[in-house]
């Protein structure tokens, strides 16, 4: 395995242990806070991060640099994605149960996989068509337990 790999790997894990730990985090904080004031106190922290990173890393004039396109396209999924959906996350978070509410709603990849045969064109090899399957079937046990 090249370093390459064992970084990626690395990351990867890191992710999980973040994205699997945050919901518990989330569900404690809305428990006094509205949905949409958790979703902009996350928001805001994530701005104000990403605004030093980018100063004291001198790579905040590459924001000028970056097309129009572009803009529109990240001003679209951060509203969809980072407002949106983490709104109706929350609010079901909010009063749901977090081992029901977050696998179902990270089962995102699902559409994602469907839209990537059915858009893009990307093969639709059996082997993702029954991943796609068993991950629906995930769902329904989780939802039924």
């Known amino acids: 395995m090249t370093h390459a790999e064992l970084v990626n790997i690395g990351l990867l ?8 730990t945050t919901p518990l985090l ?7 806070v509205d949905p949409a004031i958790g979703v902009f106190i996350r928001s805001a922290a994530v701005v104000a991060v990403l605004a030093v990173y980018l100063l004291a890393t001198g790579r905040f004039p590459e924001l000028a640099r970056v097309s129009v396109k572009n803009y529109a396209i ?3 999924t951060g509203i ?5 959906a983490m709104w109706t996350y929350f609010y079901v978070l909010r009063s749901g149960m977090i081992s ?3 696998p179902i709603t990270a089962s995102y990849p699902i559409l994602t996989a469907a839209l990537g045969i059915l858009v893009l064109g ?4 059996p082997q993702r068509i029954l991943g796609i399957v068993l991950a629906v079937i995930g769902i329904v046990l989780v939802k039924q337990g």
Do not use: D
Request: charged share 15%; proline share 0%.
């Open 74 to 76: 990240f001003a679209a």
């Open 26 to 32: 989330e569900k404690i904080g809305l428990r006094e």
């Open 80 to 84: 969809m994605a980072g407002l949106l």
């Open 100 to 102: 029901q509410v977050v």
């Open 13 to 20: 894990v890191v992710t999980m242990i973040l994205w699997g």
């Open 122 to 125: 990307e093969a639709a090899t």
